[in-house]
């Protein structure tokens, strides 16, 4: 590998490995980090359920109900006993005030003949619990309900609105605990606000079903005094990742500017290196300029000019480049006329 090309790659390296330092810094210099911040409050959040499904009597199931996640034959069932629990709670003194209710929502989904995804039919909400509202001098919500379920009058419902029109139909039964709550903690301004549903789903119009507990159990964290990180900014973290910012950009820009003027190739540089691999056995190049005091010059437009003349005469061309990488001259001494062709230069010649 060629040196140049290596320490090229060496500085690039080193310049984005500044460019990511700089990003660093100034992220960095933004944030507070959390040890270093005011913790306000705590807050855990608590969502449960549980059921039994109790049975009608019958030939085959002795037991007076069944627990929960098992597979239940719609038959057999007289109604479903269920527990809602709800808990929310912070670490400092506060006051709270919350409204919930519980609902059944009867949902019936419609499914075309080959597809399998269903679009929504028809709904119906049922009131199970009313709306209830309270307010407590207190940093904790505990809410425990006890529901009856009738199943059968759901699975009915549905039955009957299937046989009156006919339709493929998907058909579930969510009965829901739904909170609203406000926590106020006297140390902060902000009110810490709880919106949640906890979620009992059961299949309809089957011969079996499954009961879904569908909701998030736990939801907790730490809230912490945000005017502090506000305010803060880290002034010298910031000036030194935008130095180191600018400072490798530049870098990298100059390593491609080098890297490009190296690797273009200037018309002189074309123009001669076209010549000599065409005409290298007739020119010769020599390092030290050609002595013409007190000859005669004849300049001469084109190098196929002097090739005429290097014909004519049989002597050799010599090549002097007078300015590296810029400027050459072609010349046939012959008694005392030097007939002369210069390449790039002033006259930018061209073959």
Same mark, same amino acid.
């Given at each position: ?30 944030? !507070? $980090?959390? &040890? ?39 038959? =057999? ?16 003194? +506060? !006051? ?15 499914? $075309? ?13 049922? &009131?199970?619990?009313? $709306? ?5 001098? !207190? ?17 009915? &419902? ?18 829901? =605990? ?10 902060? &301004? ?93 020119? +010769? ?17 084109? @190098? ?13 061309? =010599? ?10 001259? @072609? ?21």
């Amino acid at each position: 590998m060629d040196n140049n090309v290596g320490n090229n790659l060496k500085k690039i390296c080193i310049f984005f490995i500044a460019l990511f330092i700089s990003f660093i810094c100034i992220v960095k210099s933004f944030n !507070t $980090p959390k &040890e270093d911040m005011k913790m306000l409050y705590a807050y855990n959040i608590t969502r449960n359920s549980d059921y039994k499904v109790y049975l009608k009597n019958n030939n085959y199931i002795n037991q007076q109900y069944m627990g929960m996640n098992a597979t239940y034959i719609t038959e =057999l069932v007289d109604y479903i006993d269920a527990n809602f629990r709800y808990n929310y709670n912070v670490s400092q003194k +506060a !006051t709270s005030k919350y409204n919930y209710s519980v609902i059944a929502e009867l949902n019936v989904e419609y499914y $075309p003949t080959g597809q399998a995804q269903g679009t929504k039919l028809w709904s119906k909400e049922y &009131e199970i619990i009313k $709306p209830k509202n309270v307010e407590l001098n !207190t940093n904790q919500i505990n809410i425990n309900e006890n529901v009856k379920i009738d199943f059968n009058k759901f699975n009915k &419902e549905v039955k009957g609105f299937k046989e009156q029109f006919g339709l493929p139909i998907k058909s579930y039964l969510d009965v829901k =605990l739904i909170v609203n709550s406000e926590i106020n903690v006297s140390e902060s &301004e902000k009110i810490q606000k709880d919106n949640s549903v906890i979620d009992l789903r059961m299949d309809l119009n089957g011969q079996v079903f499954n009961i879904i507990q569908n909701y998030e159990p736990v939801n907790k964290g730490q809230v912490f005094d945000e005017a502090i990180n506000k305010n803060e900014i880290n002034i010298i973290l910031l000036i030194v990742g935008i130095a180191l910012f600018v400072f490798s950009i530049l870098g990298i820009l100059n390593i491609f500017r080098k890297i490009f003027l190296s690797n273009r190739k200037t018309d002189y540089e074309i123009a001669l290196n076209r010549i000599l691999k065409n005409y290298g056995d007739i020119v +010769a190049e020599i390092v030290t300029p050609t002595e013409i005091d007190g000859l005669k010059i004849i300049d001469v437009k084109n @190098f196929d000019q002097l090739l005429d003349i290097e014909e004519e005469l049989r002597m050799p061309i =010599l090549f002097y480049e007078t300015i590296e990488g810029e400027e050459g001259e @072609f010349t046939i001494i012959n008694d005392n006329i030097v007939y002369r062709y210069i390449l790039g230069g002033r006259k930018h010649n061209h073959q």
